[in-house]
């Protein structure tokens, strides 16, 4: 049995001001062949369960194809060029037409990308593997930010998505997706997908799964998994508000065996459940800036530390709003982690020597938001 392996993902902001380009992708890394599976072996990702389930059926061998998920920037890139989205998706399809005989691809993709001109970035990148595989069992892990609607399921035969925020569980998922279709290719499973959109976006701090409501809504997939001895997987992505795409927002999927009427009323009651938890994800508030630093001080001087004041509108890495809140209320003893800035390194570079101290500007320029 042989099964291709490949990957093409970024979780794309579209309101940041610089697009993702090949060059961000290739400064990245970009992995071909055998580099597919060599790089991530060993290491907590979907690509390490897809080798672990293989090794665990014994009569599989993986292909790697080709991955493209290092984007130079990550997720503070905005829309990929269409060259960009045009070359690593079709360089997956041409890669598995010199692969030989397949019997299956497991693709790990994100479910976020958004791309000039591309209305659904992933359902068409399983579009062109089809094509160039044709009628074979296509399975793909997605990220719990993943936008998505029927069009991925249409084309695609599996779909797996993270079910833990902040994610630890990519292993636990690319071995569900492997082992699904390890069993689908020898003929006992039989794929059916229902998928439903509940119509709820929300921020993604709110989505984290081991508190209230997000830790319900994975607790009732997982309750039709535990009664339902075919269901399979019960997925549920919350979405990523910060891609301006026609598919934003919260998605069910259910992978039924053979079974599409258990398909459909799973993937119903999970979405109804998710509607009527939206009032408690609309209630949530956070704290304004001068608010969030004065609580954090206080807390510090009460000796509750360590306090780690999370910018989560920092998209570019270049806000200054927490910095400059943190000297006006006269803060001590702080350290401000990370301040991306190309522009004050290469001031660096230019003025000082090894054991020199500088002063310059940092941040508050990659966008009218960004701070002073």
């Known amino acids: 049995m042989r099964i291709a392996v490949a990957s093409f993902s970024h ?20 992995l071909h062949g055998e580099e597919v599976l060599n790089a991530y072996r060993s290491i907590p990702s979907y690509i390490n369960g897809f080798i672990k389930a293989a090794e665990e059926a014994g009569d599989v061998e993986l292909v790697g194809i080709l991955a493209a998920s290092r984007a130079w920037g990550g997720s503070s890139g905005s829309w990929l060029t269409r060259e960009c989205f045009d070359k690593y998706s079709y360089g997956i399809a041409e890669g598995l037409k010199k692969a030989g005989r397949l019997d299956g691809v497991l693709l790990a993709l994100h479910g976020a990308m958004a791309a000039e001109g591309v209305l659904k970035p992933e359902a068409e990148i399983v579009r062109r593997v089809r094509a160039a ?36 569980d990519l292993e636990e998922v690319g071995v569900k997706a492997a082992r699904c279709i390890i069993e689908t290719i020898r003929g006992d499973f039989r794929p059916t997908m229902a998928l439903r959109k509940p ?41 990523f508000a910060y891609a301006d795409v026609p598919d934003a927002g919260a998605t069910v999927i259910a992978v039924i065996n053979d079974n599409q009427e258990l398909a459909e009323r799973i993937a119903q009651d999970v979405s109804d459940y998710i509607w009527s938890l939206r009032k408690p994800f609309a209630g949530k508030k956070l704290p304004k800036t001068r608010e969030g630093v004065a609580r954090a001080i206080e807390a510090a001087r009460a000796g509750r530390t360590p306090v780690v004041i999370a910018d989560h509108s920092d998209r570019t890495g270049d806000s200054t709003h927490i910095l400059k809140e943190l000297m006006a209320q006269d803060a001590s003893n702080f350290c401000v982690a990370t301040i991306a800035d190309a522009r004050a390194i290469g001031e660096i570079q230019r003025r000082a020597k090894v054991g020199e101290t500088v002063t310059v500007d940092v941040g508050g320029y990659a966008t009218e938001w960004s701070g002073t």
């Open 199 to 239: 119509g709820v976006i929300t921020p993604s701090v709110f989505q984290g799964t081991d508190a209230y409501p997000a830790r319900e809504i994975m607790a009732r997939a997982r309750m039709w998994e535990e009664r339902e001895a075919d269901a399979y997987c019960v997925s549920v992505a919350f979405g």
């Open 11 to 30: 979780e794309t902001c579209t309101f940041c001001p610089k697009p993702t380009t090949v060059e961000d992708f290739e400064k990245g890394g970009v």
């Open 133 to 168: 595989v044709g009628d074979i069992p296509i399975m793909v892990t997605l990220d719990l930010h993943a936008n998505e609607d029927h069009e991925l399921i249409d084309v695609a035969d599996g779909v797996f998505i993270l079910k833990t925020y902040p994610h630890v």
